[in-house]
């Protein structure tokens, strides 16, 4: 099951933002295969997860966006055991630890900020015990072509990811995929 991730990654590089009720419809009717949810609460969050994965698409939901979770590895359990979700995005190593234990996929986040960001998340990339890793924000081709070098997991980058030249250019940089929550990107 862990190996299949890497290759839907690489055979379809346009990943789902989903921030809002409003584009789920867009979603659902998309090109993607992969579907970061951001928004929601532990009463909606289910029946998010569900539509998503009956249109075909592995929900991913980002722990840090989602009212009612906390920080802490039952944050995993829930969405274990209360969703259909097919793994979470995280920025937090205890929460992938617990993804891995519950047989979840993860992708753990990454924020670059500035040269010495840049440099501590390169150590930490030779570590990572996740799935894949994102990379935020995505429009700075440098930082992707530095990053993306060494790491051996596949590697997204998104944030500010806004149109169709700029998924271009951060594919042509070395990321394997994209996220991005413009729904006329997730046609393409």
């Known amino acids: ?6 290759n839907i990654i690489q055979q ?16 659902c009717l998309s090109n993607v295969k992969i579907a970061f949810i951001l928004y929601g609460d ?27 979770l906390s920080a802490k590895e039952a944050a995993v359990d829930f969405i274990k055991y209360y969703t259909c979700a ?9 929460q992938v630890k617990r993804a891995r234990t519950l047989d979840l996929y993860c992708i753990q986040r990454f924020f670059v ?12 990339l030779t570590a990572c015990n996740a799935d894949a890793v994102e990379i935020l924000p995505g429009v700075i081709p ?24 700029e998924v271009a250019a951060a594919l042509n940089h070395g990321a394997d995929a994209i996220t991005t929550s413009i729904p006329n990107l997730w046609f393409t």
């Open 12 to 27: 379809n590089p346009i990943i789902a933002a989903l921030c809002r009720e409003a584009d789920l419809e867009d979603l």
């Open 142 to 165: 440098s930082v992707i072509s530095d990053l993306s070098a060494g790491c051996r997991l596949p590697f997204i980058t998104g944030g500010f990811i806004n149109t169709q030249k």
């Open 42 to 68: 532990l009463q909606s969050l289910p029946a998010i997860a569900a539509r998503i994965r009956k249109a075909n698409i592995l929900p991913f939901i980002h722990l840090d966006f989602i009212d009612g």
């Open 113 to 124: 900020f500035d040269a010495i960001s840049q440099n501590n998340i390169r150590t930490q």
């Open 86 to 94: 097919a793994g979470i995005v995280t920025t937090k190593n205890a």
């Open 1 to 6: 099951m862990k190996s299949d991730l890497k």
